[in-house]
């Protein structure tokens, strides 16, 4: 009899691996919009920063990945746009691949991105998510991550699923705040060694 864990990853994607780098020595106030989805943007205030939040456009890839590669450096790993990294690489596309892609800017300045596909008709994964680094700890992530949910459940998306790393522990957090549960750990040589499930409900998320 398969397991819950098993029956909860089912269909989720099998990572490919990432190359790990080697690290030289020595080292609220909401206004929104929506229309349907794709058209949609959200703009407020935290701490005298003015935030927005929308969806990805062509123009946010360049932007998008170069962020992701920072990002993971700073867990000494190197991004991979053809393989475990492709949500992020093809951020943007017109034809839509991502089924949930958003980024966000503070005071004009792209800050983050986030990129989820589907694995099935009721199934999706959140298989790319970044914060910069200089705008981390004021809520943006959690911001992200709840608009995105909203529209996956607008999508009928019954199971959220994600693969990351131990390491990332901020990250890890967030999602366990958000209500993701851990149901596998993976080998660390497929880029990933973690893996979370999250079952949505119709009720909101808190954004605080």
């Known amino acids: 009899m398969q397991s819950l864990a098993g029956k909860l990853l089912r269909g989720a994607s099998t990572p490919i691996g990432r190359l790990r780098r080697s690290r030289p020595a020595g080292d609220g106030s909401w206004a929104a919009a929506a229309d349907g989805i794709g058209s949609w943007s959200q703009r407020f205030i935290i701490r005298s920063m003015s ?111 994600l693969q990351t790393m131990k390491s990332m522990t901020a990250a890890v957090h967030l999602y366990q705040t958000l209500g993701w549960q851990h149901v596998a750990d993976l080998d660390p040589a497929s880029g990933v060694d973690t893996a979370f499930v999250l079952k949505l409900s119709h009720q909101g998320d808190k954004l605080l």
């Open 51 to 161: 935030i927005t939040i929308r969806p990805a456009q062509h123009q946010d890839r360049a932007p998008a990945r170069e962020l992701a590669r920072c990002v993971l450096l700073e867990f000494d790993l190197e991004a991979d746009f053809d393989g475990i990294d492709c949500a992020i690489g093809r951020l943007g596309d017109p034809q839509r691949l991502n089924l949930i892609e958003c980024v966000c800017e503070v005071d004009g300045q792209f800050a983050g991105c986030l990129a989820i596909h589907a694995l099935d008709a009721s199934s999706a994964k959140l298989a790319g998510f970044y914060i910069d680094s200089r705008f981390r700890g004021h809520g943006l992530g959690r911001a992200m991550l709840v608009d995105a949910l909203t529209q996956a459940r607008r999508l009928s998306i019954e199971f959220l699923h």
